[in-house]
């Protein structure tokens, strides 16, 4: 029992021995993690910091872009409610009338139901001059009811401010613009919309050729809609202030100082 009880003694002084140095081995890589997280913490701090600095890179950049290449500003339409119009054209006519028809005028079907729209049809929004504008409303029927038109009319086109040329240029420097927002905020956009005339297996590039057809137009638009949407998510746009439908308003909240994401 004596001889045993040394034995014990013995394999007990050696779990200790090795516990002992088990804690200092223990203590060692406690120190080198407490080394690594202030490591980390400082590389956290400098990175922050470098995204700071280059989300106020990217917002001066983008900044300069839209007010010396591309301006874009709200321009009010002269034109009269066709309700009032109407109502001067017919005595007959009740103020309820008018109310409704001013109503159904400032209103749009979208995604099912009816949303109201308090801008449509009383403003146009310019980019890169007050000539070339789209409506702030996204209805640009304008455009493929002309080429239509135009289709079914010869002569030469003496009109050089007629929708087919105002809208497809607006859209085309739209289009622009936001391929540069795309390489200075560094998002890849969900759609492919180049903004250069070139030669493709499905003919010239959008808003840039020929004239389009409605089916070609319309999916070229919604492409360029999508885009500004996935642009204003990336930057945290007020989703309050966005409409699917308006091109050129959802850029100028996307591009306005008063973004406080823009750059990120």
Same mark, same amino acid.
């Given at each position: 029992?004596?001889?045993?009880?040394?034995?014990?003694?013995?394999?007990? =002084? #050696?779990?200790?021995?090795?516990?002992?140095?088990?804690?200092?081995? #223990?203590?060692?890589?406690?120190?080198?993690?407490?080394?690594?997280?202030?490591?980390?913490?400082? #590389?956290?701090?400098?990175?922050?910091? =470098?995204?700071?600095?280059?989300?106020?890179?990217?917002?001066?950049?983008?900044?300069? +872009?839209?007010?010396? &290449?591309?301006?874009?500003?709200?321009?009010?339409?002269?034109?009269?409610?066709? %309700?009032?119009?109407?109502?001067? @054209?017919?005595?007959?006519?009740?103020?309820? !009338?008018?109310?409704?028809?001013?109503? %159904?005028?400032? !209103?749009?079907?979208?995604?099912?139901?009816?949303?109201?729209?308090?801008?449509?049809?009383?403003?146009?929004?310019? &980019? $890169?001059?007050?000539?070339?504008?789209?409506?702030?409303?996204? /209805?640009?029927? %304008?455009?493929?009811?002309?080429?239509?038109? #135009?289709?079914?009319?010869?002569?030469?086109?003496?009109?050089?401010?007629?929708?087919?040329?105002? &809208?497809?240029?607006?859209?085309?420097?739209?289009?622009?613009?936001?391929?540069?927002?795309? +390489? &200075?905020?560094?998002?890849?956009?969900?759609?492919?919309?180049?903004?250069?005339?070139?030669?493709?297996? =499905?003919?010239?590039?959008?808003?840039?050729?020929?004239?389009? @057809?409605?089916?070609?137009?319309?999916?070229?638009?919604?492409?360029?809609?999508?885009?500004?949407?996935?642009?204003?998510?990336?930057?945290?746009?007020?989703?309050?202030? +966005?409409?699917?439908?308006? !091109?050129?308003?959802?850029?100028?909240?996307?591009?306005?100082? /008063? $973004?406080?994401?823009?750059?990120?």
């Amino acid at each position: 029992d004596t001889e045993g009880l040394l034995r014990i003694k013995e394999e007990n =002084q #050696k779990h200790y021995r090795r516990a002992q140095r088990h804690q200092e081995k #223990k203590e060692k890589i406690q120190r080198h993690n407490r080394k690594l997280g202030d490591l980390v913490e400082k #590389k956290t701090h400098e990175l922050r910091t =470098q995204y700071e600095h280059l989300a106020n890179l990217r917002r001066t950049h983008i900044l300069e +872009l839209t007010s010396v &290449i591309f301006p874009m500003e709200e321009v009010k339409t002269s034109m009269r409610d066709p %309700a009032d119009v109407s109502s001067e @054209s017919d005595n007959a006519m009740t103020s309820s !009338t008018v109310s409704k028809l001013a109503e %159904a005028r400032r !209103t749009t079907y979208l995604s099912g139901r009816w949303v109201c729209d308090d801008h449509n049809g009383d403003t146009s929004i310019s &980019i $890169t001059g007050p000539w070339i504008i789209l409506p702030n409303n996204g /209805d640009y029927s %304008a455009y493929y009811s002309w080429v239509e038109e #135009k289709k079914t009319t010869q002569g030469p086109d003496m009109e050089h401010n007629n929708p087919a040329h105002t &809208i497809s240029a607006a859209l085309c420097y739209a289009t622009q613009l936001v391929n540069t927002l795309s +390489l &200075i905020l560094d998002v890849n956009l969900p759609k492919k919309l180049c903004n250069r005339q070139v030669k493709t297996q =499905q003919g010239n590039h959008e808003f840039c050729g020929f004239f389009l @057809s409605r089916h070609r137009f319309t999916r070229a638009v919604k492409k360029l809609n999508a885009n500004i949407l996935h642009l204003c998510f990336s930057q945290h746009v007020n989703l309050d202030l +966005l409409h699917p439908l308006h !091109t050129l308003r959802n850029l100028m909240y996307l591009v306005s100082p /008063d $973004t406080e994401n823009l750059g990120r």
